[in-house]
Nanobody, 128 residues
Framework: QERLEESGGGSVEAGGSLRLSCAAS????????MGWFRQAPGKEREGVAI???????TYAEAVKGRFAISKDNAQNTLYLQMNNLKPEDTAMYYC??????????????????????WGQGTQVTVSS
């Protein structure tokens, strides 16, 4: 059974750092498009960072230069290193995965409806 489980969220002050992890099971990890999305209260879910099966990455403009996505295929784990956090980064962060049918992972990686598997989310709160 496919499963994604996030961890690593918490509360930090602005300028701080957090590292999110997403442990995958039942998914052929090295073949999927994986990413991090977030949703703040009252806002739509938005893409944060995506990593394709070949390691190609895409970042939302709001996090470029501050966040880094990576994965460990041997450990079936996805990571999001978040530095210089800002209050506007406060949100529930979700891990997502999908087999890259049609190439969406390169052409339109932030289309959340393309992702088949989702975790339950981990809360990140940044205070000013």
């Amino acid at each position: 059974q496919e499963r994604l489980e996030e961890s690593g969220g918490g509360s930090v002050e602005a300028g701080g750092s957090l590292r999110l992890s997403c442990a995958a099971s039942g998914i052929y990890f090295s073949s999927v498009c994986m990413g991090w999305f977030r949703q703040a209260p009252g806002k739509e879910r938005e893409g944060v960072a995506i990593i394709a099966s070949d390691g190609a990455t895409t970042y939302a403009e709001a996090v470029k230069g501050r966040f880094a996505i990576s994965k460990d295929n041997a450990q079936n784990t996805l990571y999001l290193q978040m530095n210089n956090l800002k209050p506007e980064d406060t949100a529930m962060y979700y891990c997502a995965a999908a087999y890259n049918d049609g190439g969406f992972c390169y052409n339109a990686p932030f289309r959340s409806w393309e992702y088949t598997y989702w975790g339950q989310g981990t809360q990140v709160t940044v205070s000013s």
